[in-house]
Nanobody, 128 residues
Framework: QVQLVESGGGLVQAGGSLRLSCAASGSIFSINVIGWFRQAPGKEREGVSCISSTGGSVYYADSLKGRFTISRDNAKNTVYLQMNSLTPEDTAVYYC?????????????????????WGQGTQVTVSS
């Protein structure tokens, strides 16, 4: 099993930055892809970004390219999401997920991965 814990969310003014972390534990070597997702009030879950285990393949939602950067530190078993130039439209609960397990399975076409292990989410609120 894989456990994922997000952190780094909070309240920030428009134009500010946050860095989210996703710490993985358990059977981490079974993970091929880590993805970031978000869900804003009244909206459906949205794919944000994903990264392969080697860091050699990354994806960003078109609207977020240039503002968000995904990276990983395998020594710390952690994936990061650097978010810059934040706007109120970025307000959401942000989740990380791994392509293992079978909890709330979600196939993210852009990352060609089926995500079945999820963190608890971290709230990001951007004020105007």
């Amino acid at each position: 099993q894989v456990q994922l814990v997000e952190s780094g969310g909070g309240l920030v003014q428009a134009g500010g930055s946050l860095r989210l972390s996703c710490a993985a534990s358990g059977s981490i070597f079974s993970i091929n892809v880590i993805g970031w997702f978000r869900q804003a009030p009244g909206k459906e879950r949205e794919g944000v970004s994903c990264i392969s285990s080697t860091g050699g393949s990354v994806y960003y939602a078109d609207s977020l390219k240039g503002r968000f950067t995904i990276s990983r530190d395998n020594a710390k078993n952690t994936v990061y999401l650097q978010m810059n130039s934040l706007t109120p439209e970025d307000t959401a609960v942000y989740y990380c997920a791994a392509d293992v397990g079978d909890s709330g399975a979600y196939y993210y076409n852009s990352c060609a991965a089926r995500f079945g292990s999820w963190g608890q989410g971290t709230q990001v609120t951007v004020s105007s």
